[in-house]
Each structure stands twice: as structure tokens, then as C-alpha cells.
């Protein structure tokens, strides 16, 4: 069982930046594909991030060049910089993890899920 905690969200001005952070339990972190969600109120869930067991990256096109996203197997933590923030950034986002080793953008694909930090970007 792979336990997921996300810290860092929080209110911010539009044009600010923010890391989010999520550090998972288990001894598998380093062969599992890891990534970041968000979901705006009233919407469905969205991918916004992955990195894959061996460092390839994908970004949804409307964070392309303003998310970072990145990972430590040594302390099993994947984080998201995020820069030059938006008002529609505001959602709650959720770090995933999954089974496989490579990074899919649809959210059934993956078995683990943190229960959400809240970013809010102010216009």
C-alpha cells in the first residue's frame, strides 16, 4: 500500500509562485510513475503533471513552461514548482502515484491518490 501527503498549497496573487510537495510511503517509490491533478470547482479532475520512474516529464499544454515538476527517490518526494500563476490555476491539487512505470495522463490509469492541498491564485 502506497500512502501519499501533499503539503504546500495556500492563497497567492496572480504572478506568484508556489511549490507543492507530496511524499510517499513504501519501498516501490523509485519504479512508479508519479504526478500531479488538479480539479476547479465544478470541473472534472485534470492532469497537470508526470514524471516517470526514469526522470521523462509531460505537461498539460496549459502549464507547459510555467510547471516544474520533479522527484527525490532518495527521500520519496515529488514536487511541483509552479510559476507565474493564474487565477485559473485555483484548484485543489492531488499528487498520484501509480503501478506502472511511465507517465499517462488519464487519471484511471493511477492507484494512488493524496487527499488534495488547495491552491488559490488571486487576480
Known amino acids: 500500500q502506497v500512502q501519499l501527503v501533499e503539503s504546500g498549497g495556500g492563497l497567492v496573487q496572480a504572478g506568484d509562485s508556489l511549490r507543492l510537495s507530496c511524499t510517499a510511503s513504501g519501498r516501490t517509490f523509485s519504479s512508479r510513475a508519479m504526478g500531479w491533478f488538479r480539479q476547479a470547482p465544478g470541473k472534472e479532475r485534470e492532469f497537470v503533471a508526470g514524471i516517470s520512474w526514469s526522470g521523462n516529464t509531460d505537461y498539460a499544454d496549459s502549464v507547459k513552461g510555467r510547471f516544474t515538476i520533479s522527484r527525490d527517490n532518495a527521500k520519496n518526494t515529488v514536487s511541483l514548482q509552479m510559476n507565474s500563476l493564474k487565477p485559473e490555476d485555483t484548484a485543489v491539487y492531488y499528487c498520484?502515484?501509480?503501478?506502472?512505470?511511465?507517465?499517462?495522463?488519464?487519471?484511471?490509469?493511477?492507484?494512488?491518490w493524496g487527499q488534495g492541498t488547495q491552491v488559490t491564485v488571486s487576480s
Open positions: 498520484a502515484g501509480k503501478t506502472g512505470l511511465d507517465v499517462t495522463t488519464g487519471q484511471t490509469s493511477w492507484n494512488y
